[in-house]
């Protein structure tokens, strides 16, 4: 059976939302979902996912959480086939090759509606450029994501949902640790 990846919502940031790694793999797989590798700190995950599909798992990961770890926090998750279409979907190729810690791929849990992506980007005050496809928008920040204006917070605020953000780095390494276990 594929892979999936699970990407977490604001933990460990800022001192808020901590959660060792070793925790929530050990919550994965004792609610089923086994072989649970974490990248990183800052919660992404990629799991054996078993007969659910990726909606039903978020629930049951949001509630676990909440219940035996005490963090209530969004789950964001996707198959292996939809993190290479995410890949694939990329619009900003030179971005990624050149520079892609400033190439940010931000999830959602539903489709990110046209008119609020146009809404955005002519609400950008800066160099910042912003395309969605499907559940997934993709920010080109070529002045630095610190000091930006376009903000997770704007960005959640103008698409109407919330959503959590990763740089084209961290995708890669992603989908290698999706091809390595499959």
Not at 79 to 95: D, G, H, Y
Request: aromatic residues 6%.
């Amino acid at each position: 059976m594929p892979n999936c990846v699970a990407l977490l919502r604001g933990i460990n940031v800022g001192g808020k939302n901590k959660i060792a790694m070793a925790a929530l793999r050990d919550m994965f797989a004792a609610i089923g979902l086994p072989n649970a590798k974490s990248l990183l700190q800052s919660g992404n995950i990629v799991f054996q996912p078993g007969r659910q599909s990726p909606s039903a798992i978020e629930k049951t990961l949001e509630a676990q959480s909440a219940r035996r770890l005490n963090l209530p926090v969004d789950y964001f998750v996707r198959t292996a086939a939809e993190w290479s279409k995410l890949i694939a979907a990329n619009p900003f190729a030179t971005e990624a090759k050149k520079d892609p810690s400033h190439l940010i791929v931000m999830a959602f849990k539903d489709a990110v509606d046209g008119r609020a992506v146009k809404a955005l980007q002519a609400a950008v005050k800066g160099p910042e450029v912003v395309r969605a496809k499907g559940r997934e928008l993709f920010i080109s920040y070529p002045a630095g994501i610190g000091t930006s204006k376009l903000t997770s917070a704007l960005i959640e605020k103008m698409i109407g949902q919330r959503g959590t953000a990763r740089n084209w780095n961290t995708v890669t390494k992603l989908e290698q640790l999706l091809t390595d276990e499959a």
